[in-house]
């Protein structure tokens, strides 16, 4: 064959040796490995996931995993600031009346138990084949069917607004520094993850508290659809109740300038 690597030998030679060049097995190489290249191009072209699940933890378990650590570091933390306390109790040289301060003081702070009266309001997606129940509103996009931060924000300033001593967010305590965020149909609290039902409690006098909540521009937005497209909305009245105290970190963290 004339492409092939025979050495040029004598008329009277029973057999030819073959000698391959390195430029011939690099060639055969760089064929081999294009070859792959397309190969693999047209399977993802189809389609192919090529992280498969046993290979690569899915997103949404990792961050379900993130969330299942910070609650045990939550109470794990709560458990030694209990332990912390007994400790200063003991003998920490303060006079009965900075006690009872300091006491007023983590009360207002949100890190103690509190009990009371309470109402719990409760929010949730619509079903994912609503439709518009009342006539001259469009039929729902994705958006109008899910709870947002917005919604459960205006519960939240509502129930602050309506004279709330204290209020839980699924099972978490509100303090100062909290804030109330949502990553797609997801909540996100103090380093937890929450899905939909969401559950909103706060302690203090149950008609001043429903009041503030009808009387929210942001709610009766929201109750429009709810009426329309089906948002679950529920108010209950719980009788006295206790919401743990607030058991995470009080340290601060912000963003420095780059000296």
């Not at 792959?36 to 191009?41: A, C, G, K, V």
């Not at 899910?146 to 001593?165: E, F, P, R, S, T």
Request: proline share 6%.
């Amino acid at each position: 064959m004339s492409n092939s690597a025979d050495s040029p030998g004598t008329g009277s030679s029973p057999a030819r040796t073959r000698r391959f060049r390195p430029v011939r097995i690099l060639t055969v190489a760089v064929f081999a490995l294009a070859g792959l290249i397309f190969f693999t191009s047209f399977n993802t072209a189809k389609g192919t996931n090529i992280r498969t699940d046993t290979s690569l933890l899915k997103l949404s378990d990792l961050i379900q995993e993130r969330s299942r650590k910070n609650k045990e570091l939550d109470e794990s933390n709560a458990a030694l600031r209990d332990d912390v306390e007994s400790l200063a109790e003991r003998d920490d040289g303060s006079t009965k009346a900075q006690d009872e301060k300091l006491a007023q003081l983590e009360k207002s702070a949100g890190t103690q138990p509190l009990k009371g009266r309470a109402i719990t309001v409760t929010l949730n997606d619509a079903p994912p084949n609503a439709t518009a129940k009342l006539p001259g509103y469009p039929e729902p996009q994705p958006d109008y069917l899910v709870i947002h931060q917005q919604d459960l924000q205006a519960v939240v300033n509502a129930l602050w607004q309506g004279g709330a001593k204290g209020i839980k967010v699924m099972d978490q305590r509100l303090i100062s520094t909290s804030a109330v965020r949502c990553v797609g149909n997801t909540l996100i609290l103090q380093g937890r993850v929450y899905s939909p039902p969401y559950k909103i409690t706060a302690i203090g006098d149950p008609d001043k508290l429903q009041k503030a909540l009808a009387d929210s521009p942001a709610i009766q937005n929201y109750m429009v659809y709810v009426n329309v497209y089906g948002l679950g909305w529920k108010v209950t009245e719980n009788g006295t109740v206790t919401l743990p105290g607030y058991s995470g970190t009080v340290d601060l963290h912000y963003a420095k300038p780059v000296k």
